[in-house]
Structures are given as C-alpha cells and as structure tokens.
C-alpha cells in the first residue's frame, strides 16, 4: 500500500506557508477534502495557490487579509491554526474559535496564552479571537511560554507566530509529534532560526523576513498504522510504503503484543507476517511517543476479535469513544466506562450498517468491516 504524506502535516505547513514573503512550492500533499478547504481558507486571504497533483505553489504577494471566513474555519479545526502566521505577518488576525467537534470540546486557551505572553492583545467575542500587535513595527515578542500541556495545535501555532518576532521564543513542555518537527523543519527551509523540536523544548529566534522553498512533507504514521491493523485483523501480508517506522513504534510495539509480526523490510518499508495469532492487551492513549489516540479506534476493532480481555483508556480527547456503539452493532464485546472501554475478545464479527463518526472511527469500522 502506498502511504500518503501526512494529514496533519499538510494542513498546518500549508498554514505556515502564510510566513513566506513571496513564494513556496509544497509535495507530497494528500488528496484529502480537508486540503481542498485548507486551500480555499488560504486562498480567501488572498493567497494564490496553484494544485498539481500531489504538489501545491503559493504565490503570497498578494496576501493582505486577516481575516479567514468563518464558514470555512468552523469546518476544519486545524485552520485556526492559521492565526499564529497570519498575526505574525499582519499584526493582526481575526479568526473564527474552532466549534466543538465530535471527538471533544477542543478549547484553544494554550494558543491564546502563548500569543498574549507574546504580547498580542487579545479579545474574545462573538466567536471570534481578535488578535493584534501594537507598536510601531508591529512584531510579536519573543517570550518563555510554559504549555501546561503539550498540545500539538498550540506547539505549532506558537511555533510559527515566533519564527518572525523580535527576539527569542522558548516553548516548554511542547508536543514532540513528528509533524511539530515536519513543520519546523518546513520553517528552517524558509531561513527560519528553530532548535530543539521533537524534544519539549523548542527555541526559535526571531528573524525579519522569511523566504520561498520547496518542501516535502513527511508520510502519513496514521495512514500506514491503520494498514498494519488491517493486515493483522485479516491475518495477510500488506507492505506498506513509504512508512517512517520509527514514527510508529508505540503502535508496532502493541501489535507485536497482539500477536502480529511487523518486518521492516527497509528503512521506508514495513509489513505485516500472518501469524494466525490475536491476543488481547491493554492501550492508555497519551501525546508522542506515547500510543497514539489517533490509533486508538482502529486497534479497539482489532482487540474485539483477539482472544481474552483489553482495556483501551483514552486521555487525549474526551469524547472519543463513540465507535463503541457502532462496533457493538457488528457483534463486539465492549463496555465502557468514564474513558475505560473493556473489550471481551469475540470469535468473529457481522456486517451491519454502521455510521461514521469521526475520521479515525469510520477508519475502524472499515477495518472491522474487513474482518
Ligand atoms: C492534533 C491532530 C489530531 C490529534 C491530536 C492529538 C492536527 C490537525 N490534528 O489535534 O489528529 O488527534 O493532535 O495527537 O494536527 N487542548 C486544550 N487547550 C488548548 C489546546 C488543546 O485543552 O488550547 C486539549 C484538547 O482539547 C485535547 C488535548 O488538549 O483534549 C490534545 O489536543 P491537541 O494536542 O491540541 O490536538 P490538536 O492539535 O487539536
């Protein structure tokens, strides 16, 4: 199977697209409806882009708007991200506060904070985060930012709103995700000045002005995951590519406690080796290198038919459980409590009509679907 470039990569450096002063040639950007509205919110602060394929061109020097429209932001939550360079290449960014969404309430006081601390001024109202810098060259301050926790989101958009302040920016207890470090790296590629991502400690010197690049972005952990569950719920062999195996440790790890075997064939190569063998085992979702929660609905359908008991515990998101329901209509064996499900291992599944909730969850129920 042929992975895609990441999904959460993709939207945010296309985001931080938004720093470059001029031009940026984007590859290896999924075909996904949430790059399409990424692109339309883009295009609607007037940005030129410019689709080939996997390969996106931004033409910025038209780039003028601060304000992306509220009916395409309350869609698509990594677009709030956005305010980080849209403020940091403005002085000011009136944007839309993410809805709720399905997985949980997802609040953006981190983003918030972090920005004040760097002194933008900041009001809440109506729904909307009006953002702006005051003095005369309008520039964010560089400032020492303590996440209280490491959410991916807040990393990223501070990350980016610092790469053109005045001074130098620490970001404590960041999230270490590999696409906190894709987009930093995607930033370095414009000259800015980062060290320390993928650890909880990023600094970022602010520079002037930041230039055009041509930057790949990093294949999808979750898509390539997702296909090793597949293989190992229908006990056949699938290699996936090109799959970074290290970004996928804690997942590999559980499924060689499930029983599957995973082969790293090469460094951009992995595969599942049937082993007839599907045994329970216990999951607690957490930020990176933890087991991801993004994983979390695909390994719970693949636990309902391993043999014996699991407990599956979220504590990344607070409603991100509602696969349940859909995979007990299949014939699981599930209950949950607070944010505890406890599969009972059942011999086989049925078909039945299911409903997708969240994009992770309509991944299970097709996995589920396979076996
Ligand atoms: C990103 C990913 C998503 C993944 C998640 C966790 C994108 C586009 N999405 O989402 O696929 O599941 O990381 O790995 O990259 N929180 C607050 N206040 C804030 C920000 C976050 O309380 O200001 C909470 C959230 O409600 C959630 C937790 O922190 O409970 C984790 O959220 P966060 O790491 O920010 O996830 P996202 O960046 O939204």
């Given at each position: 199977m042929k992975v895609s470039g990441a999904k959460n990569s993709a939207l945010v450096v296309m985001a931080g697209a938004l720093l470059c002063k001029s031009e940026c040639r984007l590859r290896n950007i999924p075909g996904l409806v949430d790059v399409d509205k990424m692109c339309q919110i883009i295009e609607a602060?007037?940005?030129?882009?410019?689709?080939?394929?996997?390969?996106?061109?931004?033409?910025?020097?038209?780039?003028?708007?601060?304000?992306?429209?509220?009916?395409?932001?309350?869609?698509?939550?990594?677009?709030?991200?956005?305010?980080?360079?849209?403020?940091?290449?403005?002085g000011v960014a009136k944007v839309p506060l993410?809805?709720?969404?399905?997985i949980g309430a997802r609040p953006v006081e981190l983003h918030v904070r972090g920005l004040q601390a760097m002194g933008a001024h900041v009001e809440i109202a109506h729904g909307i985060v009006n953002a702006y810098v005051t003095g005369v060259n309008k520039r964010l301050q560089?400032?020492?930012?303590?996440?209280?926790?490491?959410?991916?989101?807040?990393?990223?958009?501070?990350?980016?709103?610092?790469?053109?302040?005045?001074?130098?920016?620490?970001?404590?207890?960041?999230?270490?995700?590999?696409e906190v470090v894709d987009l930093a790296n995607f930033c370095i590629s414009i000259g800015a000045k980062i060290t320390g991502a993928g650890t909880d400690r990023i600094v970022i010197v602010g520079v002037q002005e930041l230039h055009a690049t041509e930057y790949s972005i990093i294949?999808?952990?979750v898509e390539a995951a997702t296909f090793l569950v597949a293989g190992a719920i229908t006990n056949s062999e699938i290699t996936v590519f090109p799959a970074i195996s290290s970004h996928l440790a804690a997942a590999v790890a559980k499924l060689e406690q499930i029983g599957a075997r995973i082969a790293i064939d090469s460094p951009d190569r992995m595969r599942t080796i049937p082993t007839?063998?599907?045994?329970?085992?216990?999951?607690?979702?957490?930020?990176?290198?933890?087991?991801?929660?993004?994983?979390?609905?695909?390994?719970?359908?693949?636990?309902?038919?391993?043999?014996?008991?699991?407990?599956?515990?979220?504590?990344?998101?607070?409603n991100r459980l509602q696969h349940v329901a859909e995979l007990k209509r299949m014939g699981a064996n599930i209950k949950v409590k607070g944010n505890h499900a406890i599969v009972e291992g059942v011999l086989a599944l049925s078909g039945a009509t299911v409903t997708a909730t969240d994009l992770r969850a309509s991944a299970a129920l097709v996995i589920a679907g396979l076996a």
């Open positions: 602060l007037g940005v030129k882009i410019q689709r080939n394929d996997d390969v996106l061109d931004f033409d910025m020097t038209g780039f003028n708007c601060h304000t992306p429209p509220f009916e395409l932001v309350s869609k698509l939550r990594a677009a709030f991200f956005a305010i980080g360079p849209i403020l940091a290449r403005l993410p809805g709720g969404c399905s560089g400032a020492k930012i303590y996440l209280d926790y490491p959410s991916v989101g807040a990393t990223e958009t501070l990350m980016m709103a610092a790469t053109l302040a005045d001074g130098e920016t620490i970001l404590e207890n960041a999230a270490k995700e590999p294949s999808d952990r007839g063998i599907l045994r329970g085992t216990d999951i607690e979702t957490l930020p990176y290198p933890a087991f991801p929660t993004d994983m979390q609905a695909q390994f719970m359908a693949l636990l309902a038919v391993s043999e014996g008991s699991s407990v599956i515990t979220e504590t990344v998101f607070e």
